[in-house]
């Protein structure tokens, strides 16, 4: 096994110890005020990082590491969607693109302006002609969104299996999984046509495409008995119950993934795992701020939490 990223895995892990725990979590569910609350949140994690801050700081671990790429194409396509959109509606782009990208900015909005997708990355060039091309050709929003969803999952699982790493293959079929039965899931209850179906839905190794197309087509019921003899049975039955469950235990499994990587020494899937853990992070803090803001009791926060990396 190499060691070209042996000294960044070791400075990763030495990070982990910053993560919130799970007596961190219960301290900050139980603050009695939102000055407590801030307080101790600020006690816990200092001025915080944002996505972007933790990102550029593990580029700089590994500078050269192009697997690393694969986890911010969601957050690309995203910013893809936003620069043809207010393109079309005359607006600036700006305010509604994420971070961190793997994508310049200036060059996106540029590049989509003067249709000069060449300029974009390989991965993202012919989604982004398709895409315009739709939405001037038909004004459908939401399926241009869909469409560009299903290729960043795409794209995902392409570079993942260029990578040859079995631990960015599985991230790339997990993310696939849990985007596509939720989709799956949504057509069926607004009754959308086979053709959109066809356009929304990724499909990958872990659940045919066709199947669950055909499945979702049919009607609710129908998609939950088909997700029935999957190996993801688990998450059709959460779905039936409950969709916050249903994306809280997709996000647990993605967490579920990136824990087999703590105990490698050497290779980039620790870096990888680190800002997944981040991720999980920085989203149970964003859920536990609006349950207390929207006045939810303990228990219904508790359930909400995401799996912690530590």
């Keep these: 096994m190499g060691t070209e990223y042996a000294s960044a895995a070791a400075a990763v892990k030495a990070m982990e110890s910053s993560l919130l725990t799970y007596s961190d979590i219960e301290q900050l569910i139980g603050a009695r005020s939102v000055s407590d609350f801030n307080a101790l949140l600020s006690s816990k994690t200092g001025e ?34 936003a620069a ?16 961190p990208t793997n994508l310049d ?31 001037t050709g038909t004004m459908d929003g939401q399926l241009s969104d869909s469409l560009i969803d299903a290729a960043a999952l ?47 839905v990724c499909g990958s190794s872990e659940i045919d495409k066709e199947s669950l197309v055909r499945a979702a087509q049919a009607g609710k019921d129908t998609l939950f008995t088909f997700l029935d003899t999957t190996v993801y049975s688990e998450l059709g039955d959460l779905l039936k119950e409950s969709a916050a469950q249903f994306e809280k235990r997709c996000d ?31 989203r149970n803090i964003r859920i536990l701020t609006v349950c207390r803001e929207c006045g939810a009791d303990r228990k219904t926060i508790t359930e909400r939490m995401r799996k912690l990396y530590v």
């Design 252 to 282: 647990d499994l993605i967490m579920e993934h990136a824990e087999s990587a703590r105990l490698q020494a050497f290779g980039f899937e620790p870096i990888a795992a680190y800002f997944i853990a981040k991720e999980a992070e920085i």
């Design 84 to 99: 043809l959109k207010t393109l079309l509606s005359n607006r600036d782009a700006s305010q509604y693109y994420i971070k």
């Design 105 to 135: 900015l200036a060059r996106l909005s540029g590049a989509v302006a003067a249709k000069e997708y060449d300029e974009l990355p390989e991965y993202m060039r012919e989604t982004a002609q398709e895409a315009y091309e739709l939405l």
């Design 48 to 81: 915080g990082q944002s996505l972007a801050q933790v990102w550029e700081m593990i580029r700089e671990l590994a500078p050269g590491c192009k697997e690393l790429n694969i986890l911010l194409y969601r957050n690309d396509f995203h910013n893809l969607k």
């Design 154 to 200: 795409r794209a995902m699982q392409d570079a993942a299996l260029e990578t040859g790493s079995g631990f960015m293959i599985k991230y790339a079929q997990l993310t696939t999984v849990c985007a596509d039965i939720k989709t799956a899931y949504r057509c069926s209850i607004m009754r959308k046509s086979r053709s959109f179906l066809e356009t929304a």
